[in-house]
């Protein structure tokens, strides 16, 4: 019978030479003062050998007693700052939830990253969050807006790791590989969907990937977890809900659990493959993101969906 169809779509290079992403799960930019020396992230840049800023935090003035170049309140250890600046969450009910010093300006830079630009959503969307915070300030005499909940009545603030995925793998097929890029679906998907809910969630939530680290543990289906698999993962980090019933569509940047006749495989939903007939398959990215992957519904001895996750 036929095997899962693989084809190479046009994506930039995968050639990333050696591993990138170190502290704080950020990349090296070897190239500004020596090896390990910098990282970039999403909006300052850090020195590790000073364990330093380069530039002031733009929300200096709220805490005068902390220097504005200082990192992570002075605590890299027990703290992390996935971006370099506070960002608005997720509620897992299709909700926002402002963060300290949160603005309307900080949820474009928001949105627009995970969307991939600030097109991508409407000007009457954007009309309608800003009048929400202003309603909010007004009605609450104050600038400040942490833990406002901002609603969005179509879906925008729905699965937004999904959509981060998505939107980092498409323009980079390397984003967020690691060591095992090219030989273990399960720790690339562990990094790929870490990296997006550091982003998303503004925290980590799912640590390192490391055997010391029971969630990763769990991820890789460890017999003597209490959870299994990194679906259920998701599902007791409440990332997201596991769909149990296919009639309910996944959606794009779901977390799968494949498996085949001999083995199982960790995997990204990208979409459903439709015919005049209507849904016949769908196609998924796993280890290695410069292919993707396609898979009939009706196909023998290839992989089938035993579990999914849909993100919030």
Same mark, same amino acid.
């Given at each position: 019978?036929?095997?899962p169809?693989t084809?190479r779509?046009?994506?930039p290079s995968t050639n990333?030479?050696?591993?990138?992403?170190?502290f704080?799960?950020q990349?090296?930019?070897?190239?500004?003062?020596?090896?390990m020396?910098?990282?970039?992230y999403?909006?300052r840049?850090?020195d590790s050998r000073?364990g330093?800023?380069?530039?002031?935090d733009?929300?200096?003035s709220?805490?005068?007693?902390v220097s504005?170049f200082?990192f992570?309140?002075?605590?890299p250890?027990?703290?992390?700052?996935p971006n370099?600046k506070?960002?608005w969450h997720?509620d897992?009910?299709? !909700?926002l &939830?402002?963060?300290n010093d =949160?603005?309307?300006s900080?949820l #474009?830079?928001y949105?627009s990253?995970i969307y991939?630009?600030?097109?991508?959503?409407?000007e009457d969307?954007?009309n309608?969050y800003?009048n929400?915070?202003?309603?909010?300030?007004?009605?609450n005499n104050?600038?400040d807006?942490?833990?406002?909940?901002?609603?969005?009545?179509?879906?925008?603030f729905?699965?937004?790791?999904g959509?981060?995925l998505?939107?980092?793998c498409?323009n980079?097929?390397s984003?967020?590989?690691?060591?095992?890029?090219?030989?273990?679906c399960s720790p690339?998907?562990?990094?790929r969907i870490d990296?997006?809910t550091?982003?998303?969630?503004?925290q980590?939530?799912l640590?390192?990937?490391?055997?010391?680290?029971?969630?990763y543990?769990?991820?890789?289906?460890?017999k003597? !977890?209490? &959870?299994k698999?990194?679906? =259920?993962v998701?599902?007791?980090? #409440?990332?997201?809900?596991l769909?149990d019933?296919?009639e309910?569509d996944?959606k794009?940047?779901?977390?799968?659990?494949l498996?085949?006749?001999?083995?199982?495989h960790?995997a990204?939903?990208?979409?459903y493959i439709y015919?005049d007939?209507?849904?016949?398959?769908?196609s998924?990215w796993?280890?290695n993101y410069?292919?993707?992957?396609?898979i009939?519904?009706?196909?023998e001895?290839t992989?089938?969906?035993s579990?999914a996750v849909?993100f919030?």
């Amino acid at each position: 019978m036929p095997a899962p169809i693989t084809y190479r779509p046009k994506l930039p290079s995968t050639n990333i030479g050696e591993y990138r992403y170190f502290f704080n799960g950020q990349e090296a930019d070897n190239e500004v003062f020596g090896e390990m020396a910098n990282f970039g992230y999403e909006f300052r840049q850090y020195d590790s050998r000073l364990g330093r800023w380069w530039s002031i935090d733009p929300k200096w003035s709220k805490y005068p007693s902390v220097s504005p170049f200082v990192f992570c309140n002075g605590s890299p250890i027990m703290l992390m700052d996935p971006n370099g600046k506070e960002v608005w969450h997720p509620d897992g009910e299709g !909700s926002l &939830i402002a963060d300290n010093d =949160d603005d309307f300006s900080t949820l #474009q830079d928001y949105l627009s990253t995970i969307y991939g630009s600030r097109s991508a959503i409407s000007e009457d969307n954007w009309n309608s969050y800003q009048n929400q915070i202003l309603h909010y300030q007004y009605q609450n005499n104050t600038q400040d807006i942490k833990n406002m909940k901002l609603y969005s009545t179509d879906g925008i603030f729905d699965n937004l790791i999904g959509k981060y995925l998505m939107t980092m793998c498409q323009n980079d097929a390397s984003w967020g590989l690691g060591p095992y890029s090219v030989n273990n679906c399960s720790p690339t998907t562990f990094m790929r969907i870490d990296k997006a809910t550091e982003f998303v969630y503004g925290q980590d939530l799912l640590g390192n990937m490391s055997w010391a680290n029971p969630v990763y543990r769990a991820w890789q289906g460890d017999k003597n !977890s209490s &959870i299994k698999f990194g679906t =259920d993962v998701v599902v007791d980090k #409440q990332l997201g809900k596991l769909v149990d019933n296919y009639e309910i569509d996944l959606k794009p940047g779901a977390l799968l659990r494949l498996v085949g006749t001999s083995s199982w495989h960790s995997a990204i939903f990208i979409d459903y493959i439709y015919s005049d007939d209507g849904k016949i398959g769908f196609s998924y990215w796993d280890q290695n993101y410069e292919y993707i992957h396609k898979i009939n519904f009706n196909s023998e001895n290839t992989y089938k969906i035993s579990k999914a996750v849909n993100f919030h």
